[in-house]
């Protein structure tokens, strides 16, 4: 099968990367050519270590063999599209109407979004809107087992099923969500981050003894260390998009904290301090 991905930050090289551990051929695109280089290094190196650890049965150059890291999209010979572009509402709009041109309606469409709503995506996509839906992967997406199948307006049921068969052939598990503000798992983790964040402001504890308490309590990760992780950036903007999506219901409001932090450029792992400093 061909894969499209659109965006080749973190999320679209997981997605390129897991595409074709599983056998798929995996086109990865993006105009800019140093987003490029920095997925081929991310998607090399994940590999390599893969094949050391003995997950991974085959050569390296076998994987990336089924690779392809291009500035445009083919025009022919595609089964999916999967978008994975900054989480900007305009910006995927836009994309998703330049798609829907583009292909026949033989090729689905899919948005990696984390908490846009898919049927605010298509607006624009009058052709085909019945083959444009959610697939919501998880980071790090090699590792991550679960894929959220969002069905938005107009999204028809054979895109759910053709979802479903994409999704296993990935060896991940696929949940049918609805097209809600943060869908689900991010809808149900806004809590785990913002009282976190609540805590420590108000000195009930250091942010080090909630990640510990909750650790403890069976999390792989406290609430602090995945924002480092998924990004606190990425984090804050999918707050946004909750707390401006259910009408700025209170239990979403974002908190000033995680905003200064953002607004420093303490972006977590990636840019070497968050919450906690990397060396």
Not at 18 to 45: F, K, M, N, V, Y
Not at 161 to 176: D, E, F, M, N, P
Not at 230 to 252: A, I, P
Request: aromatic fraction near 8%; charge should be neutral; avoid cysteine.
């Amino acid at each position: 099968m061909n894969i499209v991905i659109i965006g080749s930050g973190t999320m679209g090289a997981g997605i390129a990367q897991t595409a074709i551990q599983s056998g798929h051929r995996a086109i990865l695109t993006d105009p800019d050519s140093a987003s490029r280089q920095r997925a081929q290094e991310r998607i090399s190196s994940g590999l390599q270590r893969g094949i050391e650890r003995g997950r991974l049965p085959e050569s390296l150059d076998s994987y990336l063999d089924r690779l392809s890291i291009k500035d445009a999209i083919p025009n022919s010979d595609v089964n999916w599209v999967i978008e994975a572009a900054p989480e900007r509402s305009e910006l995927k709009q836009k994309i998703f109407h330049d798609l829907d041109e583009r292909y026949p309606s033989t090729v689905w469409l899919a948005s990696n979004t984390s908490s846009i709503a898919i049927s605010k995506l298509k607006v624009n996509a009058s052709r085909h809107p019945e083959r444009i839906g959610g697939l919501h992967f998880f980071n790090p997406v090699p590792r991550m087992a679960l894929v959220e199948i969002i069905r938005g307006m107009d999204t028809s049921d054979e895109y759910v099923t053709a979802a479903r068969k994409l999704v296993a052939s990935l060896g991940k598990t696929g949940i049918v969500v609805p097209d809600r503000p943060g869908f689900l798992v991010n809808r149900v983790a806004r809590p785990y981050y913002l009282e976190g964040l609540r805590m420590v402001d108000e000195g009930v504890a250091p942010m080090e003894t909630v990640d510990q308490v909750m650790e403890g309590a069976g999390f792989p990760m406290g609430p602090f260390r995945v924002m480092d992780l998924v990004g606190v950036d990425v984090n804050l903007s999918v707050t946004k998009s909750v707390y401006e999506q259910t009408y700025y219901d209170e239990r979403y409001r974002p908190h000033g904290w995680q905003e200064q932090l953002v607004e420093r450029g303490y972006w977590g792992r990636k840019s070497g301090r968050g919450f906690y400093r990397y060396e």
